[in-house]
């Protein structure tokens, strides 16, 4: 069984910055891809940001710029650094992770999701 633990959420005004932390543990790989994902009320969930085990990221167009995932492997975790954040940023954000395998990918395994509310 995967766990994911996360903090950092919470209030911040129009162009603030937060830092979201994600902690794995558990039956979880090393070798593992790790993601940030988000939900605002109303709409479909959608991926902020992964990063593979290499350090590899992608990121959707609307954080690009913004946003930085980076990851501890020793810790499996990963983190999320938001930017010149504005309000259509605020929505609940999941992380989540892909346990990678030759012959099989696992997953998503996903946390209970952090509350990011951007005031204007």
């Known amino acids: 069984q995967v766990q994911l633990v996360e903090s950092g959420g919470g209030l911040v005004q129009a162009e603030g910055s937060l830092r979201l932390s994600c902690a794995a543990s558990?039956?979880?790989?090393?070798?593992?891809?790790m993601a940030w994902y988000r939900q605002a009320p109303g709409k479909q969930r959608d991926l902020v940001a992964n990063i593979s085990p290499g350090g590899r990221t992608n990121y959707a167009d609307s954080v690009k710029g913004r946003f930085t995932i980076s990851r501890d492997n020793a810790k499996n975790t990963v983190y999320l650094q938001m930017n010149s954040l504005k309000p259509e940023d605020t929505a609940i954000y999941y992380c989540?992770?892909?346990?990678?395998?030759?012959?099989?990918?696992?997953?998503?395994?996903w946390g209970q999701g952090t509350q990011v509310t951007v005031s204007s």
């Open positions: 558990g039956s979880i790989s090393s070798i593992n891809v």
């Open positions: 989540a992770t892909y346990l990678l395998d030759p012959f099989n990918t696992k997953g998503p395994y």
